[in-house]
């Protein structure tokens, strides 16, 4: 019998959704919770894009599921076509559910920490209208820029100063005299990145892959010249004392 619909003093126990932050990288950077999930649970969902051939997510915690777990693969496109999301969103609830009505526990891995940036959200959001609240537990994850600190042995933030995070989409104007500032996805704005960096006011650690194979986690110069970097890179931005 499927043990989470065992009888346990009488009380049936359902089915339940999870989000599962893996950490940015590194297995052994999963929380001990994070690994009794992968353990417990029937079916592991992934993420995919159909530009992936492969799922980061996946390799980091396939070391931690039981051999027997069912995957289940979601789509997942890269667009900004809020129709065609919204979409994918649905039908990957869909198929969530279709797996929770046959009495399996679901966990949906993550990149980082599932309420981080994460499709998670978009999918609990139309989950959340389907499942009772105590079917549904998040699993909080280290993040990306966390480990990237960690590794080069910096604060991301002392005493009382502020960090601001930004989606590196946008102009950095208005978040330059921040003393702590972490850009996510630095590729897409990386040129007007440079430009602060070469004026010298500020410490600049790049952090590509973060406990991935690639790897590149180092210190920006005022010299530096760079035309690309990986789509998951990173950039911690301190004004130097």
Not at 22 to 37: C, F, I, N, Q
Request: proline share 5%; with cysteine.
């Amino acid at each position: 019998m499927n043990k989470d619909l065992t009888m346990e003093q009488g009380y049936v126990r359902k089915p339940k959704f999870y989000g599962v932050g893996v950490g940015p990288g590194d297995s052994r950077l999963l929380t001990l919770r994070a690994v009794e999930v992968l353990q417990e649970c029937q079916v592991i969902a992934i993420p995919r894009s159909k530009m992936e051939r492969e799922s980061i997510a996946w390799e980091i915690a396939k070391p931690h599921c039981p051999e027997g777990a069912k995957i289940l693969e979601l789509e997942m496109p890269m667009t900004s076509d809020q129709g065609v999301l919204q979409a994918a969103w649905e039908k990957a609830a869909k198929a969530v559910m279709g797996e929770i009505n046959q009495g399996n526990s679901v966990a949906f891995l993550t990149l980082g920490d599932p309420s981080f940036y994460s499709t998670y959200t978009y999918l609990l959001n139309i989950l959340k209208e389907n499942l009772d609240p105590e079917q549904i537990e998040t699993v909080p994850g280290i993040t990306a820029m966390s480990a990237a600190a960690a590794r080069v042995n910096l604060p991301l933030a002392i005493g009382d100063e502020p960090l601001l995070v930004i989606p590196g989409t946008g102009s950095l104007a208005e978040y330059r005299k921040f003393p702590n500032l972490v850009l996510m996805k630095a590729s897409r704005n990386l040129d007007e990145i440079l430009k602060v960096v070469h004026k010298g006011e500020v410490e600049g650690i790049l952090a590509t892959r973060v406990g991935q194979e690639r790897e590149n986690i180092r210190f920006l110069n005022k010299n530096e010249e760079l035309e690309k970097v990986d789509y998951l890179t990173l950039v911690l931005l301190k004004h130097k004392s």
